[in-house]
């Protein structure tokens, strides 16, 4: 059964950090992308940082670059992702979501419809 599970979310002010983790159970665990996505009150999800677990490749938008660290812990299947320099429009419901790599080779998307498993989300929340 895959199932993904979101903790580590919560409370935290503006220039803090919180780290969000993704504990993954799915198979194979090393051949698949692992994204974290966001959702904005009333806006559309959006990605954030994504991972291949086979190989730790990982992949950022641009406005969190500097602040955002995506990794993993392969032997607990875990996806972890640090977030630093806090800003209150980071704050949103996050998600992470998996994706069997296909054939063809890891390629890095942001789009949820690629995406086929969600966990159920933690939320974050950014106060100035």
């Known amino acids: 059964q895959v199932q993904l599970v979101e903790s580590g979310g919560g409370p935290v002010q503006a220039g803090g950090s919180l780290i969000l983790s993704c504990a993954v159970s799915?198979?194979?665990?090393?051949?698949?992308?692992i994204t974290w996505f966001r959702q904005l009150l009333r806006q559309q999800r959006e990605g954030a940082a994504g991972?291949?677990?086979?190989?730790?490749?990982?992949y950022y938008v641009d406005f969190v670059k500097g602040r955002f660290t995506i990794s993993q812990d392969n032997a607990k299947r875990t996806v972890y992702l640090q977030m630093n320099s806090l800003k209150p429009e980071d704050t949103a419901m996050y998600y992470c979501?998996?994706?069997?790599?296909?054939?063809?080779?890891?390629?890095?998307?942001?789009?949820?419809?690629?995406?086929?498993?969600w966990g159920q989300g933690t939320q974050v929340i950014v106060s100035s």
């Open positions: 799915i198979y194979p665990y090393n051949n698949h992308a």
């Open positions: 991972i291949f677990t086979g190989g730790s490749i990982t």
């Open positions: 979501a998996a994706s069997l790599v296909s054939r063809d080779g890891p390629r890095a998307s942001f789009d949820p419809v690629d995406y086929n498993y």
